[in-house]
Structures are given as C-alpha cells and as structure tokens.
C-alpha cells in the first residue's frame, strides 16, 4: 500500500506547462497590483479598506453618477430608483458587495473594478492558451494589461472594466463547453450574464455559440451549441423576470440614439423613425472605412513596441488563419487548415470593432474590444512560429513562443504602450472634487427625493434620484422648455414634489446653452424651495409641483 499523493508530491508531477502559467500569471497580477492607485496617491484614509487609494473616493468615469445610482437602488431594494439603461451584471455585482459589508457605493464600485481587472488577466491569458498561442499568451495578456485603457478603467468608477473583460471571460469559458452537456449550461450561464452586463455585448452569447460548436465533438456540436444557448437564455430570463429593462421594442431606438448622439424621452414613432433612418446613413457611410478607422485609432495605443507596424497589420489576419497550429503532418490539409475551426469563431468578436467604427463611435468603445485583436496578432505570431518549428523538427516545439512571448512581455511591462504613464498616477479632475463637495451638501436633504439636474454624481453621492434622464431640452424656447418638465413629471413615479436644481455659476463647457436658458426660465416659473451655499455658488432648487 502506497501512502497518499502529498499535495508538494502532486505539484512536482504536475506538467511542466502549468507551473508555467501559474508564474505567467503571477507576474501580471503583479504589474496590475503596481498599477492599483494605492502606492501612487496614498491611502483613503482613516476608516477606509487597506486597499483603498484616494482615488477610490470619486466617482470618476463615464456615467459614473447613474452607475451608482443604480447599485445603491438594487442594494436597498429600490428597483425604481435603477435607470433601466444601466444593465445588471455590474449593478448586481456592485450591489453584492454592499450586501456583504461594504455598504458605501462609491467603494463598492471601485472593488468591483479592481477584481475585474484581474479578472480580465486571467480570461485574456487562459483565452490565448486555448486559442493555441501557446508562450505568446503572456505577450498577449502582457500587452492588454498594460493600455492606457486597461489602467484606467480598472481605476474608475463604472462599466468599461467589466465590458472588457466580459468577452474574453465569456469566449473562454464557451471553449470548455464541449467537455460535457452540464459544462456548456454552466458556461451559457456565464455567457449570459456577461451579454447583459452592457448594450454593447448584448449578441456575443452568439459568438460564443459558435466557438463551442466548433470545439465539440463532430457529432455534439449542435447539443453543444443548444445547451449553451439555453443556459444564456436561462441566465437572461432569470435576471429580467425581476429586473427593471428597455423595452425589446425600443432598443433598436436606444442604439439610434447613440449613434446619432440624441436622447429623446418616451420618443414618438415619428421621432424614433427618423433616429433609425440617421443611425442607418451614419453607419452605411462608415462601413467603407471602418477597417481603416480601427487600425488608426485602435493601433497607436495597443501595438508593443518590439512589433514592427507591417506585422502588426498582417499577423492578425494569419492569426485567424492560424496555419500550422493544428495537429499533423505539414503535408496534410489539417495542419493548414484545421485552426480555422477556432479561428473563425473567434473573429466573429471581432465584427463589433468594426460596426463601432462605422457608427463613429467614442474610443473608449473601441477600446473594450481592442484585447482581440492583441490576441489575434499574438495568434498570428505563434502560427508562423509553429510553422518554423514543425519545418525544423530539432527545434523543440514551443521554445520559440516561450522565449519571444517572455521578451515582448516584459518589455511591455517594463515600458508601457503611449499614454500608459499618464494613469499610473490618476488625476483628480477639479470638477470630480466639485461632484463630491456638492453632494455631501445635498446630503442634507431626505434620500430618494427626486431632482432636476444634470449634476448626477453630486446626486449619487447623496443618494438623490434624478430626473428628466433625456438631453432635454434641445432648443431654447418655452414649449421646449414645458415639453421637458411633462417628461420629467412622466419619468419620475411617486407622489411628492420634483426640485430642480438651479446652478448658481454653471459652467458652459458642461451644460449645454439651452439648458442654462431653461435653468433661468425655471427660475421666473416656478417657486424656490430652498437654497444650498457650496465652496463657490449658490445652489436653488425650486419646488416642481406634480400637475401642471
């Protein structure tokens, strides 16, 4: 009788591959825990988690105040006060880590952001590996965690860390789908709840469908797909029989909108038509030179520096290609063409980069979904290393990748990308301190009173709800004018009255000129309610009664 394998016993027989990537990752969640504000910016301070810079005090980041807004609702059962725009998986997320002791949202937020960033690490490296990159993973994860982007969305508040790291983690675990008919639900599950976390990933449950297809068994692939696909269906159903959510009929309207840079509250149908009609020639005028948009924007910021640009340009291409990473002979039609069955699926994700860039939309978009193409390139790299190995078989298969991998890896760590060094110390803009100093003076009034204003981190901060959501309004005249307070009497439920806030020195790069002339209308029309004395104006607030 022999004794039991020791745990040390078990690690010595462990493939060799493994340590590998326990070590790969070890080191860049080590140059993510260099980025995490904390060491440049100093604690929070007294009361504060240890892992909490001052930074982590802001609601910094895009749509940073209705983020909050809609974590806090969920926390305290409040689904009226959450913005049905604001997905769930990060607003349940964020509301989790409420629920489990850290009752300020502004934290809470932030320590979602900082897991999903390693999180995101550890899904783009273990994407790599099962995409064939072999050593080249660690260049790739190397090079997505080192972008400006990367280091700024894991240190603000708010969506864009969770949407990058949504897709990798949900192609990944779509990969492992053929391994048994419970593990395809379990990562349709996953997948689902990935898709809902933002508009924006809402169709790659089909991307994922596709891959763990293609990766099954010939004769399991459609069992595969559909199981997958029930657990997305699953996930998405459980999650909406109780959250609040667009209609499916106005979401078409909701991109439009975007695109096309218009918000219009409860629009009518001859609105929401000519939004499509101006959303459909923006985006059919960009198509032609949508590609070109990518590379140029994405590129500058993403492409290591130890990659020539003409590589850069062509190894994603071999990279979908992926010639010489499947088994067999080279003289055989499997070596060749074999990896396109991973391939292909994996470049549908890569079809949102495109239609982005042809509704001309921010970067930042861009951004979320640039990780593929590193993996791409990185891809198209270890093909041709597999092609050289395999010509020359003396070579041991995987050294050329190991080696090339760790070199462009560390360099990119040791010398970040443009851009790069400009977060690792995050500012503190004057207008985010100007958000909070105003909200902890709008503390003082009751929570969930609802405001007219467009200060919505200050009212996050305060836990104050906000109303009129729509761009509103869009012309300086009186009947524009009224046009918006019946919105706002339509958008805000409840019986008490509605305050608009009125700034005392509104700052026109921020407030749009039609707003400000409303501000000054509503003055002359309605009642003051009260007044609060900040740092540097007077804010009014009038009493907005709930019928005309």
Known sequence: MTDAPTPWGRLKRAPWWVLGDIAALAVLFGFRAWLQPRWAMGHAGEGAPAWASQFDLYLSGPDAGPWAAAARGLAGGNLADIDPHRMPTWTILTAIVMWLGLDDVVLAGHLVNHLVSFTFIAAIYALGRRAG??????????????????????????????VAMAVPLLLVTASFAGKARWVAVVAGVIGGMCAIGHLSTLGFPICGALLAAALAEPGKRAVTAGLYLAGVVAAVVAVFSWYPTIPTSELLTVFAEGIVQKNTANPDQETALRHLADAAAVVVGGLGT?????????????????????????????????????????????????????GLPLATALAPLVALAAAQAEDRYLYNFAPL?????????????????????????????????????????????LGMKMVLTPAIEPGDRVQMDLGRDLATLPERTYVISLQREA??????????????????????????????????????????????????????????????????????????????????????????
């Open 459 to 548: 009212l996050a901060y305060a836990g104050l709800r906000q109303c009129l959501l729509a761009d509103c309004p869009s012309e300086a005249s009186t009947a524009a004018f009224e046009g918006c307070i019946t919105e706002a009497r339509q958008d805000c439920p409840g019986e008490g009255p509605i305050l608009y806030l009125v700034e005392g020195r509104p700052d026109p790069r921020r407030v749009p000129e039609p707003r400000i002339a409303m501000d000054l209308w509503a003055l002359q029309s309605f009642p003051v309610d009260h007044q609060v004395q900040t740092h540097n104006e007077t804010i009014t607030f009038l009493h907005i009664p709930r019928q005309p």
């Open 133 to 162: 990159l072999g050593g080249l993973a660690f260049a790739a994860a190397a090079a997505a965690t080192a972008t400006m982007h990367m280091a700024f969305t894991a240190s603000h508040f708010g969506i864009d860390a969770f």
């Open 290 to 342: 949508a590609v070109t948009d990518v590379v140029t924007r994405v590129l500058p910021t993403h492409k290591p520096r130890l990659i020539p640009w003409a590589l850069a340009l062509l190894l994603p291409w071999i990279g979908i290609w992926g010639p010489g990473l499947a088994k067999g002979s080279l003289k055989t039609r499997q070596a060749w063409l074999g990896s396109l069955v991973t």
């Open 373 to 417: 193409y590193l993996l791409f390139l990185f891809r198209g790299l270890a093909s041709i290393f597999a092609l050289v190995e395999r010509a020359l078989p003396t070579w041991a298969t995987g050294v050329l990748g190991i080696v090339v991998g760790a070199v462009v890896g560390v360099d990119v760590l040791r010398d970040p990308p």
